[in-house]
Protein backbone atom coordinates (compact mmCIF):
# COMPACT_ATOMS: atom_id res chain seq x y z
CA UNK A 1 0.00 0.00 0.00
CA UNK A 2 0.72 3.62 -0.25
CA UNK A 3 1.65 5.69 2.90
CA UNK A 4 3.40 8.56 4.46
CA UNK A 5 4.81 8.71 8.24
CA UNK A 6 4.96 11.82 10.17
CA UNK A 7 5.24 12.66 13.84
CA UNK A 8 1.65 13.61 15.20
CA UNK A 9 3.34 16.85 16.96
CA UNK A 10 5.83 18.88 17.63
CA UNK A 11 6.61 21.75 20.72
CA UNK A 12 8.84 24.23 20.39
CA UNK A 13 9.65 27.81 21.31
CA UNK A 14 9.83 30.92 19.69
CA UNK A 15 13.13 31.60 17.75
CA UNK A 16 13.90 27.53 17.92
CA UNK A 17 14.65 25.76 14.80
CA UNK A 18 11.96 22.70 14.45
CA UNK A 19 12.99 19.52 12.01
CA UNK A 20 9.37 17.42 10.55
CA UNK A 21 10.19 14.27 9.41
CA UNK A 22 8.31 12.25 6.91
CA UNK A 23 8.91 8.72 5.07
CA UNK A 24 7.16 7.70 2.53
CA UNK A 25 6.36 4.41 0.77
CA UNK A 26 4.00 4.91 -2.47
CA UNK A 27 3.74 3.69 -5.68
CA UNK A 28 6.10 5.24 -8.20
CA UNK A 29 7.95 8.59 -7.22
CA UNK A 30 7.80 12.63 -8.87
CA UNK A 31 8.07 14.67 -5.83
CA UNK A 32 7.54 15.85 -2.30
CA UNK A 33 5.61 18.22 -1.32
CA UNK A 34 4.94 20.30 1.91
CA UNK A 35 1.68 22.16 2.72
CA UNK A 36 1.01 24.21 6.04
CA UNK A 37 -2.87 24.65 7.28
CA UNK A 38 -3.95 26.41 10.56
CA UNK A 39 -6.80 26.02 12.18
CA UNK A 40 -9.96 26.56 10.12
CA UNK A 41 -7.73 27.27 7.03
CA UNK A 42 -6.66 25.83 3.75
CA UNK A 43 -3.99 23.90 3.02
CA UNK A 44 -1.11 26.54 1.32
CA UNK A 45 1.78 25.41 -0.63
CA UNK A 46 5.07 25.57 1.18
CA UNK A 47 7.97 23.76 -0.89
CA UNK A 48 8.24 20.87 -3.37
CA UNK A 49 11.45 18.96 -3.91
CA UNK A 50 11.60 16.48 -6.77
CA UNK A 51 15.55 16.35 -6.68
CA UNK A 52 17.45 15.31 -3.78
CA UNK A 53 19.40 18.18 -1.49
CA UNK A 54 17.87 21.02 0.12
CA UNK A 55 15.73 23.62 -0.74
CA UNK A 56 15.52 26.86 0.93
CA UNK A 57 12.90 29.39 1.14
CA UNK A 58 13.44 31.79 3.64
CA UNK A 59 12.82 30.79 7.30
CA UNK A 60 11.84 27.40 5.66
CA UNK A 61 14.13 24.47 3.80
CA UNK A 62 13.13 21.40 2.74
CA UNK A 63 15.27 18.35 1.93
CA UNK A 64 14.76 15.15 -0.17
CA UNK A 65 16.88 11.74 -0.14
CA UNK A 66 15.04 9.61 -2.44
CA UNK A 67 17.42 6.51 -1.79
CA UNK A 68 16.15 6.89 1.68
CA UNK A 69 12.38 7.57 0.59
CA UNK A 70 12.83 10.53 3.30
CA UNK A 71 12.44 14.31 3.65
CA UNK A 72 12.11 16.73 6.12
CA UNK A 73 10.94 19.99 6.63
CA UNK A 74 12.83 22.78 8.45
CA UNK A 75 11.45 25.73 9.81
CA UNK A 76 14.12 27.87 11.69
CA UNK A 77 13.70 30.95 14.39
CA UNK A 78 10.24 30.11 14.84
CA UNK A 79 7.54 32.25 15.23
CA UNK A 80 4.02 31.72 17.18
CA UNK A 81 2.02 32.26 13.77
CA UNK A 82 4.27 29.01 12.60
CA UNK A 83 2.04 27.18 14.78
CA UNK A 84 -0.07 24.93 12.30
CA UNK A 85 -0.42 21.42 10.95
CA UNK A 86 2.14 20.42 8.46
CA UNK A 87 1.62 17.77 5.62
CA UNK A 88 4.16 16.18 3.80
CA UNK A 89 2.50 14.94 0.13
CA UNK A 90 4.08 12.56 -2.86
CA UNK A 91 3.60 13.24 -6.29
CA UNK A 92 2.87 9.09 -7.57
CA UNK A 93 2.83 7.70 -10.30
CA UNK A 94 -0.24 8.18 -11.45
CA UNK A 95 0.40 12.10 -10.83
CA UNK A 96 -1.76 11.98 -7.88
CA UNK A 97 -0.90 13.89 -4.14
CA UNK A 98 -1.03 11.26 -1.38
CA UNK A 99 -0.74 12.96 1.84
CA UNK A 100 0.69 12.32 5.29
CA UNK A 101 -1.40 12.49 8.23
CA UNK A 102 -0.20 15.75 9.21
CA UNK A 103 2.20 16.98 11.49
CA UNK A 104 0.96 19.52 14.63
CA UNK A 105 3.42 22.43 15.80
CA UNK A 106 2.77 24.10 18.41
CA UNK A 107 4.91 26.87 19.38
CA UNK A 108 5.42 28.60 22.92
CA UNK A 109 6.56 31.86 23.67
CA UNK B 1 -6.91 34.21 0.17
CA UNK B 2 -5.52 31.23 -2.55
CA UNK B 3 -7.68 32.31 -5.38
CA UNK B 4 -10.46 29.00 -4.29
CA UNK B 5 -13.31 29.60 -2.97
CA UNK B 6 -16.08 27.41 -1.34
CA UNK B 7 -19.53 27.61 -0.04
CA UNK B 8 -21.18 27.13 1.89
CA UNK B 9 -18.27 27.25 4.88
CA UNK B 10 -20.81 25.46 7.61
CA UNK B 11 -23.38 22.91 6.40
CA UNK B 12 -25.45 20.42 9.03
CA UNK B 13 -27.59 18.17 7.22
CA UNK B 14 -29.53 15.10 8.38
CA UNK B 15 -29.12 11.85 6.73
CA UNK B 16 -32.22 12.39 4.63
CA UNK B 17 -31.18 15.76 3.25
CA UNK B 18 -29.89 16.41 -0.32
CA UNK B 19 -27.54 19.17 -0.29
CA UNK B 20 -24.51 20.76 -2.38
CA UNK B 21 -21.31 22.15 -1.58
CA UNK B 22 -20.07 24.55 -4.53
CA UNK B 23 -16.10 25.66 -4.87
CA UNK B 24 -15.13 27.91 -7.26
CA UNK B 25 -11.36 29.16 -8.61
CA UNK B 26 -9.96 32.31 -9.96
CA UNK B 27 -6.73 30.68 -11.11
CA UNK B 28 -7.35 30.23 -14.43
CA UNK B 29 -6.39 26.02 -13.69
CA UNK B 30 -7.56 23.14 -15.88
CA UNK B 31 -8.07 20.56 -13.11
CA UNK B 32 -10.00 20.86 -9.72
CA UNK B 33 -10.00 18.33 -6.95
CA UNK B 34 -12.28 17.29 -3.89
CA UNK B 35 -10.98 16.03 -0.88
CA UNK B 36 -12.18 14.86 2.34
CA UNK B 37 -10.70 15.46 5.59
CA UNK B 38 -11.16 13.79 8.96
CA UNK B 39 -9.42 14.08 12.70
CA UNK B 40 -6.45 12.11 12.40
CA UNK B 41 -6.19 10.97 9.15
CA UNK B 42 -4.56 11.68 5.77
CA UNK B 43 -6.27 14.11 3.07
CA UNK B 44 -8.34 11.94 1.18
CA UNK B 45 -8.85 12.06 -2.74
CA UNK B 46 -12.06 11.65 -4.07
CA UNK B 47 -12.65 13.20 -6.86
CA UNK B 48 -10.41 14.69 -9.70
CA UNK B 49 -11.62 16.42 -13.09
CA UNK B 50 -9.20 17.15 -15.70
CA UNK B 51 -10.36 19.77 -18.52
CA UNK B 52 -13.89 19.71 -16.91
CA UNK B 53 -14.05 15.45 -17.53
CA UNK B 54 -13.47 13.17 -14.80
CA UNK B 55 -10.21 11.47 -14.62
CA UNK B 56 -10.01 9.81 -11.09
CA UNK B 57 -13.05 8.34 -8.74
CA UNK B 58 -11.41 6.94 -5.80
CA UNK B 59 -13.46 4.50 -4.97
CA UNK B 60 -16.48 6.79 -3.37
CA UNK B 61 -19.71 5.95 -2.48
CA UNK B 62 -22.50 6.99 -4.80
CA UNK B 63 -23.96 8.97 -1.70
CA UNK B 64 -21.51 11.29 -3.31
CA UNK B 65 -21.99 12.72 -6.83
CA UNK B 66 -19.36 15.40 -7.85
CA UNK B 67 -20.51 17.64 -11.11
CA UNK B 68 -18.33 20.08 -12.93
CA UNK B 69 -19.91 22.30 -15.64
CA UNK B 70 -17.05 24.63 -16.51
CA UNK B 71 -13.20 24.09 -15.74
CA UNK B 72 -13.69 26.84 -12.76
CA UNK B 73 -16.70 25.58 -11.14
CA UNK B 74 -17.36 21.93 -9.16
CA UNK B 75 -20.50 20.87 -7.28
CA UNK B 76 -20.33 18.14 -4.63
CA UNK B 77 -23.68 16.85 -4.30
CA UNK B 78 -24.70 15.07 -1.45
CA UNK B 79 -27.73 12.98 -0.44
CA UNK B 80 -28.69 10.04 2.08
CA UNK B 81 -25.14 10.72 3.84
CA UNK B 82 -24.44 8.44 7.03
CA UNK B 83 -23.10 10.29 10.45
CA UNK B 84 -19.09 8.69 9.60
CA UNK B 85 -19.44 11.63 6.09
CA UNK B 86 -19.04 14.51 9.07
CA UNK B 87 -15.43 15.60 7.88
CA UNK B 88 -14.25 18.57 6.12
CA UNK B 89 -14.53 18.82 2.24
CA UNK B 90 -11.88 20.39 0.96
CA UNK B 91 -11.73 21.57 -2.99
CA UNK B 92 -8.41 22.47 -4.28
CA UNK B 93 -7.61 23.43 -8.19
CA UNK B 94 -3.99 23.36 -10.26
CA UNK B 95 -2.59 23.69 -13.70
CA UNK B 96 -1.99 20.43 -14.86
CA UNK B 97 1.43 20.40 -17.28
CA UNK B 98 1.45 16.61 -18.55
CA UNK B 99 2.94 13.68 -16.53
CA UNK B 100 5.79 14.04 -14.20
CA UNK B 101 5.15 17.91 -14.02
CA UNK B 102 4.79 19.33 -10.94
CA UNK B 103 1.37 21.18 -10.29
CA UNK B 104 0.96 22.99 -6.83
CA UNK B 105 -2.36 22.48 -6.28
CA UNK B 106 -4.41 25.79 -4.14
CA UNK B 107 -7.14 24.76 -1.55
CA UNK B 108 -10.14 26.51 -0.65
CA UNK B 109 -11.24 26.73 3.10
CA UNK B 110 -13.74 23.89 2.90
CA UNK B 111 -16.92 23.31 4.14
CA UNK B 112 -17.51 21.57 8.00
CA UNK B 113 -20.48 18.95 6.85
CA UNK B 114 -21.94 17.91 10.03
CA UNK B 115 -24.33 14.65 9.69
CA UNK B 116 -26.95 14.17 12.12
Known amino acids: GQSLEQPSEVTAVEGAIVQINCTYQ??????LSWYQQHDGGAPTFLSYNALDGLEETGRFSSFLSRSDSYGYLLLQELQMKDSASYFCAVRDNTDKLIFGTGTRLQVFP | ETGVTQTPRHLVMGMTNKKSLKCEQH?????MYWYKQSAKKPLELMFV???????ENNSVPSRFSPECPNSSHLFLHLHTLQPEDSALYLC???????????????FGPGTRLTVL
Open chain 2, 49 to 55: YNFKEQT
Open chain 1, 26 to 31: TSGFYG
Open chain 2, 92 to 106: ASSQERGTGGYNEQF
Open chain 2, 27 to 31: LGHNA
